[in-house]
C-alpha cells in the first residue's frame, strides 16, 4: 500500500470509530435508540388530540422522525430533544432535507434539565427504568392541560387518561390523576 492509500484508510478508520463512539452516547446515558413506526407516531399524536400551532417536544428525539411526522401532518412547531451528537446531526440534515427549519428545533441536551414550561405536548419513548426519573420533572415543568404520551411504558403513580392496548400507547393529562395502569383497566373493564 502506498502512503496515501495508508493515510486514507487511517482517515476512514477513525470517522468511522468516531460514529461508532458518538453513536454510544445514548446507551451511556440509559437509553438506548429505537426508532417508531410511523403509524404508532400518527396513533399516538391523535390519541394527544394534537392541534395545529401547539407545541410538541420529543424526548430522545432520535433521528427525528417523530418531529417530522407531526409537523407535516399535526401543524405544530416541534422541538426534538437529543443527548447524542450523531442523532442530533442526523435529525438536523433530515430537518434541512425537507426545509422545516422554521418548525422544527433540534437541541443536543439531557432532557431531564430541559424546560418544558411552554410545551403543549411530549412524546417519550424510553425504558420503564428512566421514567421514575422523569415523572417529578415532568409534573414540576408541565402546565395543567399539557398532555404526555408515551410509548411502551406507563408512568407509575399517574392513571393514564387512555391506553392503545395493541400498540401499548399511553396518554396522560396534566395535572395528572393519582392512580396507575392499574386504576385505569379496573375502570375500563
Partial sequence: MTDIQLFVLFGISVILLLFYGLSLVPNLSGLPWR???????????????????????????????????AVREFQVRAVGIEISPLHCLLSWLLVRKHRLEHQISIQ?????????????????????????????????????GARVVTISFDIDGWEPKFVDRDQLIFLYQMPPQAGNLGTYLAKTL
Avoid: C, W
Fill in 35 to 69: 426508532p417508531t413506526a410511523a403509524a404508532r407516531i400518527r396513533k399516538a399524536l391523535e390519541m394527544a388530540q394534537v392541534q395545529p400551532g401547539e407545541l410538541l417536544v420529543d424526548l430522545g428525539s432520535g433521528d427525528g422522525r417523530v418531529l417530522l411526522q
Fill in 108 to 144: 443536543q441536551a439531557d432532557f431531564y434539565r430541559a424546560d418544558l414550561s411552554q410545551v403543549d405536548v411530549v412524546f417519550a419513548y424510553m425504558t420503564s427504568k428512566q421514567v421514575a426519573r422523569l415523572r417529578p420533572h415532568l409534573e414540576k415543568q408541565l402546565n395543567p
